[in-house]
């Protein structure tokens, strides 16, 4: 049974900080890693993704791999109120199309 | 509205009835895929389809569930006889790519809030 697991938190950070959300993933054969923010009562939305090992920075956002370990992280610097969402960790295999998402991380960014 | 657009928003629906849930892709996506959302709970994966085809269905409960993705038409995911365990967000997500064709970025539709009563 592939898995991927995050941390439910909630994870609070002050405002300006830096927010480090956390994946692991059970499945060596994976290959695309996605990030997505969700809203209470709101859809998914797509923050990036990554496929190689290192990191990959897209504004405030930075998404770490390190497939030795099975580890993506999500990095959100400058943090703000409205980052407060839960962050959804998702792992694709190349050769395949399903995506398989963790339960979520829910941040709070205090003012 | 280039997104993916899903409706209803919110259906309510007595048990035993049928609950039909309409998906229509990004423009020029062809890959549509189901995802359940159970309350306080991740994302399932339900069903893949491509136009006039199903994929894989695997994340999809063996009986009452069906969908389908017709030539013309948005994608239809049917609940028969629903049952209050069917209550949950169900979304759909779209692609350009399927596959073996690289990263699939999917990008997900509103949802639908089905309540069973």
């Known amino acids: 049974q592939k898995e991927v697991e995050q941390n439910s938190g909630p994870l609070s950070v002050p405002e300006g900080a830096i927010a480090s959300l956390n994946c692991t993933y059970s499945?060596?054969?994976?290959?695309?890693f996605f990030w997505y923010r969700q809203y209470s009562g709101k859809s998914p939305e797509l923050i990036m993704f990554?496929?190689?090992?290192g990191d990959k920075e897209d504004g405030r956002f930075t998404a770490q791999l390190n497939k030795a370990s099975q580890y993506v992280s999500l990095l959100i610097r400058d943090s703000q109120p409205s980052d407060s969402a839960t962050y959804l960790c998702a792992v694709s295999d190349s050769g395949t199309y399903k995506y398989i998402f963790g339960t979520g991380t829910r941040l709070k960014v205090l003012a | 509205n280039a997104g993916v657009m899903q409706n209803p928003r919110h259906l309510v629906r007595r048990r035993g009835q049928e609950a039909r849930l309409r998906c229509s892709p990004m423009?020029?996506?062809?890959?549509v895929y189901w995802y359940r959302q159970l309350p306080e709970e991740g994302l399932k994966f339900m069903v893949y389809?491509?136009?006039?085809?199903?994929?894989?269905e695997s994340g999809m409960p063996k009986e009452r569930f069906s969908a389908e993705f017709p030539k013309e038409g948005p994608s239809i995911l049917r609940i028969q006889q629903v049952v209050r365990g069917d209550s949950a967000a169900y979304f759909c997500?779209?692609?350009?790519?399927?596959?073996?064709?690289?990263?699939?970025?999917?990008?997900f539709g509103p949802g639908t809030r089905l309540t069973v009563l």
């Open positions: 997500a779209s692609s350009l790519q399927g596959a073996g064709q690289g990263v699939n970025e999917q990008f």
């Open positions: 990554i496929y190689s090992n």
């Open positions: 389809l491509q136009k006039e085809n199903i994929i894989d």
């Open positions: 423009k020029g996506h062809s890959h």
């Open positions: 499945d060596r054969g994976s290959q695309s």
